[in-house]
């Protein structure tokens, strides 16, 4: 699995978020692919995604690859099976954003 990062402002991401649902969709829905959102500020928020291989990653233009050290503690869900192990050892959702 790998990490991969991108900024973007308000709703740019939502191209991302539709390739991303259909790919998550194509591979049978893995538990440990994710796509989240940390907000930077009014404008910028980081979208982080998880791929179960770096080949995928072509596919998501500008996204670059992060370690999982780099990962924020609190993120927006965008895209995640967030009942998992996966997604609750990793982050912590805010009051109210689910």
């Known amino acids: 699995m790998i990490w991969a990062k991108r900024d973007f402002q308000f709703a740019e991401y939502?191209?991302?978020?539709?390739?991303?649902?259909?790919?998550?969709?194509?591979?049978?829905?893995?538990?440990?692919?994710?796509?989240?959102?940390?907000?930077?500020?009014?404008?910028?928020?980081?979208?982080?995604?998880?791929?179960?291989?770096?080949?995928?990653?072509?596919?998501?233009e500008g996204f670059e690859i992060i370690d999982e050290s780099e990962l924020p503690k609190e993120v927006s869900i965008l895209c995640v099976n967030h009942a998992t192990d996966d997604f609750e050892k990793r982050f912590k959702i805010p009051s109210g954003r689910r």
Do not use: W
Request: charge should be positive; charged fraction near 20%; aromatic fraction near 10%.
């Open 14 to 60: 939502a191209p991302y978020q539709v390739q991303f649902e259909e790919l998550h969709f194509k591979l049978g829905g893995p538990a440990a692919m994710m796509m989240v959102m940390a907000k930077k500020n009014a404008r910028l928020s980081d979208v982080i995604i998880s791929l179960p291989d770096a080949k995928f990653l072509r596919m998501f």
